[in-house]
């Protein structure tokens, strides 16, 4: 994957946080890339990891079983876009 | 039965959240009487994202009404046909659409019918009664009576009553199929011009603190009853041995009809306003709320602002009366089916 790709895939993946999330005065663009999801970034919390996990498991056919994977993955936009790109099934 | 309305809060398709204006009336929009969201200031931005619209507006009505209390309510009682059907036909679609994989959590939570009762316990830290009625077009007064019982039984408590219904695309649509909602365009007072079947959607949330003092009470609700029968005639001598009962030969200064423009209900109506003399107002409400399983929630909330104010919004007026204000009789019907009257009273003289 070039990196016109992966910003379109991060990018991508910023619209269906917020979509998915129903993320209220948070648009697309006001998301950082290396910005933590969770705690003292974007504020999210339990119920938006397992929102997360749907997410990724019906737009990018990635099932994430181990909680202690999942933690490593839903860090930031850029562990989540790297995490598609090698284990995307579609 | 006596129940004090010492607080009320409403947010409806009308000026009735905040800075109230119920004299001036606001348009439907595409045939449905859609509620005015208020800011909703008090609920955390992540929990609000959440919340379906049922669980947004009942929350939102409730909260201030208990956030400054010395006190947590002993009890809070909702009323509500449908809940968050929104949600809940989202979450059934995701089964259907995902093959029954994995499913998120958030709409099926906000699914159920206790969704907004629980929410305001949960958000007031309130570990009381907490109880949801869904009896259709009953709901809301099942609320009342099952308060107006705990506060008999219990006269140093308070409790937390309401009505909450929304339109979601569903109820909409089976309604709208039913034969429920009327086909021509409606905008407002011209809901009662057509004789025709249906009326018009609505939805809306009304909120009380009641108990069984009546000190600085703003209302009391004297009483309810609840009624099953399609026959006329039979509602309307229901009405007459209510009022004998409540009234003796007295009658209510105002008549609240829950007047809705299906011709279906005419009879009904008809059969109860024919019971009021010369001297009771009749008004009307539903040009302001639309038409759904708990609206008597609003009815009730706009006879406390009539028997508070002593003022009657012109476009309510049916028929002039007396021009008294001390007491507000609200009869309603669901679907031919569900029928209450609900009488209040002023407390001051």
């Known amino acids: 994957m070039n990196n016109t790709d992966t910003e379109q895939l991060k990018q991508q993946l910023k619209q269906q946080i917020v979509t998915f999330l129903n993320l209220i005065n948070v648009k697309p663009e006001d998301i950082k890339d290396d910005e933590p999801l969770f705690g003292s970034g974007l504020g999210l919390d339990s119920i938006d990891s397992l929102e997360l996990i749907v997410l990724l498991s019906r737009e990018y056919g990635i099932n994430i079983q181990d909680p202690k994977e999942g933690r490593k993955v839903l860090v930031d936009i850029n562990t989540i876009a790297d995490y598609i790109q090698k284990h995307r099934t579609k | ?349």
């Open chain 2, 1 to 349: 039965m006596l129940l004090y309305v010492h607080q009320s809060s409403c947010i409806s398709p009308q000026q009735t959240f905040g800075a109230k204006d119920l004299d001036s009336l606001q348009p439907a929009v595409n045939n449905a009487f859609r509620i005015i969201e208020p800011s909703y200031e008090g609920i955390p931005t992540g929990i609000l994202r959440r919340m379906g619209k049922a669980v947004r507006m009942g929350t939102g009505a409730a909260l201030p009404l208990l956030r400054n209390r010395a006190t947590p309510v002993d009890g809070i009682i909702i009323g509500t046909a449908n809940g968050g059907m929104e949600d809940c036909i989202k979450f059934l679609n995701q089964i259907i659409e995902y093959q029954e994989g994995m499913l998120t959590p958030t709409n099926f939570v906000q699914s159920t019918t206790n969704a907004i009762a629980s929410q305001i316990g949960l958000m007031t830290s309130n570990r009381n009664y907490n109880i949801t009625h869904v009896q259709r077009g009953l709901a809301f007064e099942n609320a009342l009576l099952d308060a107006a019982m705990l506060a008999a039984d219990h006269k140093a408590q308070s409790f937390l009553v309401g009505g909450v219904d929304e339109i979601s695309a569903y109820n909409y649509n089976i309604d709208l199929l039913d034969g429920w909602f009327k086909q021509e365009t409606i905008t407002g007072n011209d809901l009662y011009s057509y004789d025709t079947p249906g009326s018009i959607a609505g939805e809306g949330c009304a909120m009380f603190l009641v108990n069984s003092h009546p000190d600085e009470a703003v209302a009391c609700i004297k009483a309810v009853e609840i009624i099953h029968s399609s026959d006329p005639a039979w509602v309307a001598a229901a009405l007459d041995r209510f009022l004998l009962h409540h009234l003796g030969t007295q009658q209510p200064a105002v008549f609240m009809s829950g007047e809705d423009g299906d011709s279906r209900l005419h009879a009904f109506y008809q059969a109860c306003e024919s019971k009021m003399n010369a001297q009771a107002s009749v008004l009307r409400f539903k040009h302001m709320t639309g038409e759904y399983a708990t609206v008597s929630a609003i009815a009730v909330w706009i006879a406390c602002q009539i028997i508070d104010s002593a003022h009657i919004p012109t476009h309510m007026v049916k028929r002039s009366g007396g021009g008294r204000t001390n007491s507000v009789l609200i009869y309603n019907c669901h679907k031919e089916q569900q029928h209450s009257f609900i009488l209040l009273e002023a407390v001051r003289p």
